[in-house]
Each structure stands twice: as structure tokens, then as C-alpha cells.
């Protein structure tokens, strides 16, 4: 029952997909979609009860598990941490090419301010999927600091890739140059912040130590 009412949902969304660029992510482009599929334009507003940010991040959960399948087609146990992370973010942008407009139009609703903790989630549970398919499964701060830092990397790369026009052939170079030129970034970042809390560990150890004595 679970997995039909969530088959039924993407199809809708699908659909919708398709009638964003002209009607926004609004219950008009829910509706279109939904009688796309079902020929019954109140199925939108029945599967999604919680409104129009629940379609929103129900589309981003759908997508998720699209780029998972596509991932697990790769050997992503024999690339480079840097290399996993690039497949990630470049598989699941490639995944939403033929969207991109209607991508543009979520993005201006996902802007808007009441719908900023809704946009948080979507973009953390995305990088924490990726980072779980790249094999991480660390649950210390470097957990927070991963998806945190992957976060700026994804939704940055997402940004440039909405402005680039992409080489004529479908694909898009310059954006996956901008994507390697940000991975290198944090991963700078994130090797200056380990090694800021290696010291700081180092630092307070004797400290914690002769607190433990006094008590």
C-alpha cells in the first residue's frame, strides 16, 4: 500500500514536471499532472495533504532515489572520496536536465521565506544521501561538518548549473569545472577544520585532566 501510494506520487509529480515552466509550482501544475495520470486533477490535493511543500520535498526525495539507482550502477568503492562526491552531485543534476525549467520555477517557491526550513531539509537529505551511497557512515561531528560543507558545494553547483547554457550537445562542462573547482575548496576547508580539532582535542586534554582531578 506504502509503495503504491509513493508510486503514485511520482508519477504525479512527474507529470506536473511538465506544466511548471508555465504554471509555477502551484496546485494548478499538481493538478494538471494529477490528470495527466489519473484523469482526476483532486488526486494532487489528496496525496499531498500537507500542500504544495510537501509535493516540493516529495520531488526531492524522488530524485534522491533516482540518483541512488544510477549510483549504484557505478564503482564508486574504487574512486577517490573527491570522485564520489563529484559522481553524486554531477549524477544527480544530469538527472534533472530535462527539468530545468521547471527546476527554476521550484527554486523561486522554495525561495520564499516560510518555505526556508522546507528548502534546509531537502538539501540536507540530499547531501546526507550522498554522502551515505559514497560510503560514509561516520555519526561524530564529522557528520554534521560533511553534509554542512557538501551542502555549500551542492546548492552553489545547482545555482550554476540553472545559469549555464550547457556546450549544444546536452552536456555541461563548464558546470562540472565549477564543481571540481568547489570540492577542492572545501576540501581544503575541511582538512583546515579536522586539523583545528585535532589541536583543540591536543590543547584541552590537560585541562580535562586536572579537572577530573579536582572533582
Known amino acids: 500500500m506504502c509503495n503504491n501510494f509513493q ?3 511520482d508519477k ?7 506544466h511548471v515552466p508555465f504554471d509555477g509550482w502551484s496546485w494548478k501544475a499538481m493538478e494538471a499532472g494529477a490528470k495527466d495520470v489519473a484523469n482526476d486533477a483532486v488526486l494532487a490535493r489528496r496525496i499531498f495533504l500537507n500542500g504544495l511543500g510537501e509535493a516540493a520535498d516529495h ?3 524522488w530524485a534522491d532515489r533516482r540518483m541512488v539507482a544510477e549510483l549504484n550502477k557505478m564503482n564508486l568503492k574504487e574512486m577517490r572520496v573527491r570522485e564520489r562526491i563529484h559522481a553524486c552531485v554531477k549524477t544527480r543534476i544530469q538527472l534533472n536536465a530535462s527539468y530545468k525549467d521547471a527546476l527554476h520555477r521550484l527554486l523561486s517557491f522554495l525561495a520564499l521565506p516560510h518555505n ?4 534546509a531539509r531537502m538539501t540536507w537529505r540530499t547531501c546526507s544521501v550522498m554522502w551515505y551511497v559514497s560510503g560514509d557512515r561516520s555519526t561524530d ?9 557538501l551542502a555549500s558545494v551542492y546548492f552553489s553547483t545547482v545555482l550554476y ?4 547554457e550547457g556546450d549544444g550537445s546536452g552536456d555541461y562542462p563548464d558546470t562540472w569545472a565549477f564543481l571540481e573547482r568547489r570540492i577542492d575548496e572545501v576540501l581544503k576547508n575541511f582538512g583546515l577544520s579536522r586539523r583545528l580539532m585535532e589541536r583543540f582535542r591536543v590543547f584541552s586534554k590537560p585541562f580535562a585532566q586536572r579537572f577530573h582531578k579536582a572533582f
Open 7 to 9: 508510486s503514485q506520487r
Open 141 to 149: 561531528w564529522n557528520h554534521y561538518t560533511k553534509r554542512g560543507l
Open 116 to 119: 526556508t526550513p522546507i528548502a
Open 59 to 61: 520531488f526531492a526525495d
Open 161 to 164: 548549473w540553472l545559469s549555464d
Open 12 to 18: 504525479v509529480i512527474e507529470a506536473a514536471l511538465a
